[in-house]
T-cell receptor, first 112, second 111 residues
C-alpha cells in the first residue's frame, strides 16, 4: 500500500530559528513529490520535486528530494510567525491520474 | 491569479439527508478532484474526474457518492444519505497536470 510519513508531527520554534521537516514515502511507480502549506483552509503550493538532488528554493524555503532513500526535506530558515502553518507532503504515483497521497502533515508554530 | 472556488463554506445537515457540494475549477484545467479531511486526520483522495468521467476513485468513494460536471464551469460532489462519519472538510482541486490548485473547502457537519 502506498504510504507517506511526515515527521515531526508538530514543532514549536522561535522566530529566527531554522527548521527541517521530513517526508518519507513508499509508493509504487513514483512520479513527483509536492509540498504545500495549509494555513486556515486551502493548501497552497510550495514546491514540486521530480528529480533527486536538485534543490528547489523560494526565499527562505528550500526543498530537496532523494529518490534512492525515498525521502524529501523542507527547510525554512530565519523563521517568522507567518510561517506558522501545517506543511503537507504529497506524493503522486505514475499509475492512474494525478491523485495525491498525503502525509499527516507537520504542524509548525513559530513564536515571536 | 485564477483560483478554485467552493460553495458553501459550511454546510450543516441531518443524518440521512442528501448534500451537494459545489466547486468552480480553474477554467483551462482538465483534471478535477475531490479530497476530504476529517478533523485531526490527513487529507484523503476521494475521486478524480477527466474528460467528463470518473478516472479514478478511492475505496472511500462508494455508491453514496457521485460527481458531476453539469455545465462548463461547475464540478459537484453529491453525498446521498449522509452519515455522521461524513463530517469533514471537503476540498476540490483542479490541475492541468501534476500541480493541483485547491479550493478553500466546504466544512460539512452531519448531525
Amino acid at each position: 500500500e502506498d504510504k507517506v510519513v511526515q515527521s515531526p508531527l508538530s514543532l514549536v520554534v522561535h522566530e529566527g530559528d531554522t527548521v527541517t521537516l521530513n517526508c518519507s514515502y513508499e509508493v509504487t511507480n513514483f512520479r513527483s513529490l509536492l509540498w504545500y502549506k495549509q494555513e486556515k483552509k486551502a493548501p497552497t503550493f510550495l514546491f514540486m520535486l521530480t528529480s533527486s538532488g536538485i534543490e528547489k528554493k523560494s526565499g527562505r524555503l528550500s526543498s530537496i528530494l532523494d529518490k534512492k532513500e525515498l525521502f524529501s526535506i523542507l527547510n525554512i530558515t530565519a523563521t517568522q510567525t507567518g510561517d506558522s502553518a501545517v506543511y503537507l507532503c504529497a506524493v503522486v504515483p505514475t499509475s492512474g491520474t494525478y491523485k495525491y497521497i498525503f502525509g499527516t502533515g507537520t504542524r509548525l508554530k513559530v513564536l515571536a | 491569479e485564477p483560483e478554485v472556488t467552493q460553495t458553501p463554506s459550511h454546510q450543516v445537515t441531518q443524518m440521512g439527508q442528501e448534500v451537494i457540494l459545489r466547486c468552480v475549477p480553474i477554467s483551462n484545467h482538465l483534471y478535477f478532484y475531490w479530497y476530504r479531511q476529517i478533523l485531526g486526520q490527513k487529507v484523503e483522495f476521494l475521486v478524480s474526474f477527466y474528460n467528463n468521467e470518473i478516472s479514478e476513485k478511492s475505496e472511500i468513494f462508494d455508491d453514496q457518492f457521485s460527481v458531476e460536471r453539469p455545465d462548463g464551469s461547475n464540478f459537484t460532489l453529491k453525498i446521498r444519505s449522509t452519515k455522521l462519519e461524513d463530517s469533514a472538510m471537503y476540498f476540490c482541486a483542479s490541475s492541468e497536470t501534476t500541480k493541483q490548485f485547491f479550493g478553500p473547502g466546504t466544512r460539512l457537519t452531519v448531525l
